[in-house]
């Protein structure tokens, strides 16, 4: 598990090969991730966009943006944790993510970017 603190923010990453699947009739490796997103500020804050970096050894970087996390734009509280997972497809068995969330602060409306920290994909025969 990798994690990011930023702002009093605490991004925790854990990921998961899957297996490799085909689709479209390419071979594809899957991987699954579970994010924690810790408030430990003294503000509420809420996440409204997301933008991620994911890497391929075998393909260009992959640029994935847009509002919220899985459909939602959760509201944090001071000691609020929320959790979510997600996955990706990857030609190769090496890959990696990064990226950011914005988010607000609901009593001053200041935005800014919480770091999502580099997390690497690899299949289970390469960590041996």
Not at 12 to 19: M, W
Not at 35 to 40: A, L, T
Not at 52 to 64: A, G, H, M, R
Not at 91 to 115: H, L, P, R, W
Request: proline content about 2%.
């Amino acid at each position: 598990m990798v994690y990011k603190i930023t702002k009093g923010i605490k991004i925790s990453v854990k990921t998961n090969y899957n297996g490799a699947d085909y689709r479209n009739n390419r071979l594809y490796h899957t991987f699954s991730y579970v994010i924690s997103i810790e408030n430990k500020s003294s503000d509420t804050v809420k996440l409204t966009d997301r933008f991620w970096k994911i890497y391929d050894s075998l393909n260009s970087t992959e640029i994935v943006s847009g509002e919220g996390v899985v459909g939602q734009t959760p509201v944090l509280k001071p000691n609020d944790t929320y959790v979510y997972s997600s996955g990706c497809f990857l030609e190769s068995n090496v890959g990696a993510m990064k990226g950011f969330y914005t988010m607000i602060n609901t009593d001053t409306y200041q935005q800014f970017k919480v770091i999502i920290p580099t997390f690497q994909l690899t299949t289970l025969a390469l960590l041996n």
